[in-house]
């Protein structure tokens, strides 16, 4: 298990890696890697699941309620289990409303997986095409 791969198709900035060992004042949930593999905050952007570019919120990767689990911090380093995308606010509510804690963290811990899944795609679509 161990390290978490993480690729993005989109050329958005989305994903957010471990922190740099120069910044330790920001939170890693407040950062992303910048084409120089700098950290910088996110503020606005696009949502790598909807394509909306709008404000954006931190989805940890592997959430944080099974952080303290035996499985997860034996198998996983702290900068690991801090990883996380930034997403439009409806796609991350939607995340947690289709699918509970354990299969995020288990099944559906990597943006592809995310992409990927059915019920997934399916509301960002949704999302897609509402107005705000």
């Known amino acids: 298990m161990g390290a978490i791969a993480i690729t993005?198709?989109?050329?958005?900035?989305?994903?957010?890696?471990?922190?740099?060992?120069?910044?330790?004042?920001?939170?890693?949930?407040?950062?992303?890697?910048?084409d120089d593999h700098t950290l910088r905050r996110q503020a606005t952007g696009s949502c790598p699941l909807c394509q909306r570019h709008t404000r954006l919120t931190f989805?940890?990767?592997?959430?944080?309620?099974?952080?303290?689990?035996?499985?997860?911090?034996?198998?996983?380093?702290?900068?690991?289990?801090?990883?996380?995308?930034?997403?439009?606010?409806?796609?991350?509510?939607?995340?947690?409303?289709?699918?509970d804690e354990k299969t995020l963290g288990q099944e559906l811990n990597t943006l592809e997986q995310l992409c990927n899944d059915p019920?997934?795609?399916k509301h960002s679509a949704w999302v897609a095409k509402q107005c705000d």
């Open 8 to 34: 993005s198709a989109s050329p958005t900035r989305a994903i957010v890696s471990k922190p740099a060992a120069d910044s330790p004042a920001m939170t890693p949930a407040s950062r992303e890697l910048d």
């Open 59 to 99: 989805h940890h990767l592997i959430p944080k309620a099974l952080h303290n689990r035996n499985r997860y911090r034996k198998n996983y380093t702290r900068e690991e289990l801090q990883l996380g995308i930034n997403i439009y606010r409806r796609c991350h509510s939607g995340l947690h409303a289709l699918h």
């Open 119 to 121: 019920a997934i795609r």
